[in-house]
């Protein structure tokens, strides 16, 4: 006798944020071998010695590669090309664009335009990666907490790059080099085993270099900045008024470059500096002020203290 209710599906309202071309499962396939393998590969590696299978060599080359790949990320896709924080000389876009390729996120455009419609929709319905999405109750946020993680990555919505990222679909450079994606990917591993080999001249360094600075630092960088994602939108301070749930996190700064200062970047999101107060390391900022000082960066968004002191939160009386 009761009737039931009528469920509205969200999927079938028009959605014009969204491509109309969903992801095919061909490419969730392809994401899920390249966040998987890396993973497993660190895991594998665990009961290995040092000095047999891992040594000084191998830890420097990763070191400069996590540099220069979180780097590409931190200062390049995101700080640079979503954001424009500062501008960039040709040279300076098309080694941000090849070094952001090489962390292993995604083609250039598509990262850009997932990026923005998290900030336009930044923890509601239609952001990509929110750990909120399914309720706030313990569940629903362990839930939540790895879908903004890794899950979102397979969802099928591709967010439309000609809504969010026409400004780069009209620069040449960064189509062909958001197209050469597989290419940088290729590089990222032929780089370090090449040094590995050239510095110890031989087959086992360069094969010990391609599984460390190759397969375990881009795990690290996919965890580092997935954790962005999920762990600074639900754990952390909030130093800054922000609309969403954006917090800075302290113990992520090293590694994260200096992204995991998130609630400021929230709240002031064209910002070079994420980490503004006392304290707070930021080494993307740093970074940036290098390429400024070389040249080779030029209009950098650096906040003033007025602005920051307009965006903090309001302390409790
Ligand atoms: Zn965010
Ligand atoms: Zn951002």
């Not at 707070?280 to 030029?298: C, H, L, P, T, Y």
Request: net charge positive; aromatic share 12%.
């Amino acid at each position: 006798m009761t009737e039931a209710p009528v469920v509205e599906r969200p999927n079938r309202r028009p959605r014009p944020e969204i491509d109309p071309d969903p992801r095919p499962n061909a490419e969730k396939w392809l994401i899920g071998v390249f966040t998987g393998v890396p993973i497993l590969a660190l895991a594998a590696a665990i009961p290995l010695a040092w000095g047999r299978f891992l040594g000084w060599t191998d830890v420097l080359i990763t070191a400069v590669f996590y540099l220069i790949s979180a780097g590409g990320i931190t200062v390049g896709y995101h700080r640079y090309f979503t954001h424009g924080s500062f501008k960039a000389n040709r040279p300076l876009k098309i080694f941000l664009a090849v070094a952001g390729g090489m962390a292993m996120q995604g083609p250039l455009i598509t990262w850009v335009a997932d990026h923005r419609r998290h900030h336009k929709h930044s923890d509601k319905e239609m952001d990509p990666h929110s750990p909120w999405r399914f309720g706030d109750d313990w569940k629903a946020l362990a839930k939540g907490l790895v879908w903004a993680h890794y899950g979102w990555l397979f969802n099928g919505d591709r967010t439309s790059k000609e809504r969010f990222a026409k400004d780069l679909l009209n620069d040449r450079d960064l189509v062909r080099l958001h197209r050469w994606f597989p290419g940088l990917v290729a590089l990222s591993f032929l780089l370090p085993a090449v040094l590995g080999g050239l510095l110890t001249m031989s087959w086992a360094g360069a094969l010990t270099a391609l599984f460390w600075a190759g397969l375990v630092r881009i795990s690290l960088v996919h965890h580092v900045t997935w954790s962005i994602n999920s762990i600074c939108h639900t754990f952390g301070t909030e130093h800054f008024e922000s609309r969403d749930k954006s917090r800075n996190v302290w113990w992520l700064a090293i590694p994260s470059l200096g992204e995991s200062w998130h609630n400021l970047h929230h709240c002031d999101p064209t910002s070079a500096r994420h980490g503004v107060l006392k304290g707070q390391v930021d080494i993307s900022a740093r970074i940036i002020w290098m390429f400024e000082k070389a040249g080779w960066a030029r209009d950098v968004r650096w906040p003033t203290q007025e602005r920051i002191d307009s965006k903090r939160a309001k302390q409790p009386q």
